[in-house]
């Protein structure tokens, strides 16, 4: 539809009078406790989502909510630091609405980070997790509507939803850098509750490895344009026992922050090895 197009347009050209024209090569979506990447990076403009026409505003503690642009070793690169949440109120359009203007100024790739529940036995709080797959429990998906055809087909494919060498390459920056790294399947969920005991282990039944409130609708908008996505877990919490946990948000960032290093660690790497 052309007033999504429009929006976008307006979006872009926001920001690109912002920042110069800037254009970013790589986007990043930096999850709740994960927004310390932003330091690896030389950074050159931070515009606040407030500031930038049609974005929504967040809400969420541990999101601040800005638009970074800068460069780490000769790569040009757009990090969100904050995302929009399904749960806060916001429409999938609005959730997917940042993905599109990224790739409207540029980018090539996503990297996604998140905060997520571990439901594999094996995993202990602060490993991280690579997505090579997930399955989607949300009651709406972000291309419902007419088409944007200009955006990408009616029908996306979503065979490979996840860059099988960008997940390769993690897998071994993992390994070189001997930290807990399971490659695993993330199951998407709307939130805010966290999930009973009998929703976790049923997660775990159908084949999932860890579960969040993120990621799905924006590696959905991502894949409906062909834009190549890398995305890692940080578990930050056990659904994998039978003794049910009690969990708060801030137990999930406090355990995000101790893992940040770990993850800056990877995407730092996967952008300067290209
Ligand atoms: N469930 C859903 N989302 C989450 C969790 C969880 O246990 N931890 C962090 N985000």
Do not use: W
Not at 26 to 42: K, R
């Amino acid at each position: 539809m052309q007033e999504t197009i429009a929006a976008i347009n307006e979006s872009v050209n926001y920001i690109q009078q912002q920042s110069n024209g800037f254009k970013p090569e790589v986007g990043i979506v930096l999850g709740s406790g994960l927004g310390g990447f932003v330091n690896e990076m030389t950074i050159q403009y931070a515009i606040p989502y407030s500031q930038i026409p049609n974005f929504p505003v967040s809400t969420v503690k541990g999101h601040d909510g800005k638009l970074f642009f800068g460069t780490l070793g000769a790569k040009n690169i757009v990090a969100m630091s904050g995302r929009f949440h399904y749960y806060e109120g916001y429409s999938m359009f609005q959730v997917a609405f940042p993905i599109r203007v990224m790739k409207y100024l540029g980018i090539q790739k996503l990297l996604i980070s998140n905060a997520a529940g571990g439901l594999n036995p094996k995993q202990q709080i602060g490993d991280l997790m690579i997505i090579k797959d997930h399955i989607s429990l949300l009651p709406i998906n972000p291309l419902i509507g007419s088409n944007i055809d200009e955006l990408g087909a009616r029908f996306p494919d979503m065979s490979e939803p996840y860059a099988v060498n960008l997940f390769q390459q993690a897998m071994k920056i993992a390994e070189q850098n001997n930290f807990r790294c399971a490659l695993g399947t993330y199951v998407g969920v709307t939130g805010p509750c966290f999930e009973t005991p009998a929703e976790y282990k049923y997660m775990h039944i159908i084949g999932g490895d860890a579960v969040g409130m993120s990621t799905v609708p924006e590696v959905i908008a991502a894949r409906h344009m062909q834009l190549p996505v890398f995305a890692i877990s940080v578990i930050t919490d056990l659904g994998v026992t039978d003794i049910p946990v009690k969990i708060t948000h801030d137990e999930v960032i406090a355990a995000a922050k101790s893992a940040e290093s770990k993850m800056s660690i990877i995407f730092k790497t996967m952008i300067l090895e290209g």
